[in-house]
C-alpha cells in the first residue's frame, strides 16, 4: 500500500532565506508525483508535476526534484517571501485497478516571517 | 481558460439532511476525481469518474454517499442523512485522460466547506 510522508510538518523561515520540503513514498512504482500548494480555506493549486521519467522540473523559484529509487521528492523554493506561506502537499497517483487517483501526504505548513 | 468550479462554497445543514453538492471540471477533461479533508485528516480520495465508464466508488466511507456525472461533465456529490463526522471540505478535482505524460496532471477546484449541526 503506498504511503506517502512530508517531513518537517511544520516550517518557519525568515524572508530571503531558500529552504527544503521533503516528499517520501513507500512505492517507488510511480508514474509520477505532484507538488501542490493550499491557501488557507482554498483549494489546492497545482506546482510542479514532475514524470516518473524526469529528475527534476522548475518553475521559477520552485524547483522539484525526484529520485524513484529512493522514494524521496525534494521541493526547493529559493529567496522565499511572505506570499509563499501556505501548506505544501506532494502527491502520487494510485493506479490500482482502474483508479487514478492522488495519494497525499499530510502537507508542510510553511511561514514565511517579514 | 475557466478552472474547476464547485458550489457552494459553503453549505451548513443540520444532522440528518441530505446535502448535494456540485462540479464543473475543465472542459474537455474525461477525469473526475472526489475528494475529502477532514480537520486534521489528510486528503481522503473518494469517488473517480472516468469518461462513460463506471466510476469507481471504492472511496466512498459509506452508502450514504453517492455521485453521479451527467453528460460526462457536471458531476453531483450526494451525502444523505448527514452525520457530524461528515463536516469536511469536499474537493473535485479533473484531469484529462489517465496515462502517461502531463495528461494525468490533476486541479482542483476551490472546494465546498461542508458544516453538519
Known amino acids: 500500500k503506498q504511503e506517502v510522508t512530508q517531513i518537517p510538518a511544520a516550517l518557519s523561515v525568515p524572508e530571503g532565506e531558500n529552504l527544503v520540503l521533503n516528499c517520501s513514498f513507500t512505492?517507488?512504482?510511480?508514474?509520477?508525483l505532484q507538488w501542490f500548494r493550499q491557501d488557507p480555506g482554498k483549494g489546492l493549486t497545482s506546482l510542479l508535476l514532475?514524470?516518473?521519467?524526469?529528475r527534476e522540473q522548475t518553475s521559477g523559484r520552485l524547483n522539484a526534484s525526484l529520485d524513484k529509487s529512493s522514494g524521496r521528492s525534494t521541493l526547493y523554493i529559493a529567496a522565499s517571501q511572505p506570499g509563499d506561506s501556505a501548506t505544501y502537499l506532494c502527491a502520487v497517483p494510485y493506479y490500482g485497478g482502474s483508479q487514478g487517483n492522488l495519494i497525499f501526504g499530510k502537507g508542510t505548513k510553511l511561514s514565511v516571517k517579514p | 481558460g475557466a478552472g474547476v468550479s464547485q458550489s457552494p462554497s459553503n453549505k451548513v445543514t443540520e444532522k440528518g439532511k441530505d446535502v448535494e453538492l456540485r462540479c464543473d471540471p475543465i472542459s474537455g477533461h474525461t477525469a473526475l476525481y472526489w475528494y475529502r479533508q477532514s480537520l486534521g485528516q489528510g486528503l481522503e480520495f473518494l469517488i473517480y469518474?472516468?469518461?462513460?465508464?463506471?466510476?469507481?466508488k471504492s472511496g466512498l466511507p459509506s452508502d450514504r454517499f453517492s455521485a453521479e456525472r451527467t453528460g460526462g461533465s457536471v458531476s453531483t456529490l450526494t451525502i444523505q442523512r448527514t452525520q457530524q463526522e461528515d463536516s469536511a471540505v469536499y474537493l473535485c478535482?479533473?484531469?484529462?485522460?489517465?496515462?502517461?505524460?502531463?495528461?494525468?496532471?490533476?486541479?482542483f477546484g476551490p472546494g465546498t466547506r461542508l458544516t453538519v449541526l
Open positions: 469518474f472516468q469518461g462513460n465508464s463506471a466510476p469507481d
Open positions: 514532475i514524470q516518473s521519467s524526469q
Open positions: 478535482a479533473s484531469s484529462l485522460e489517465r496515462g502517461s505524460g502531463r495528461d494525468n496532471e490533476q486541479f
Open positions: 512505492d517507488s512504482a510511480i508514474y509520477n
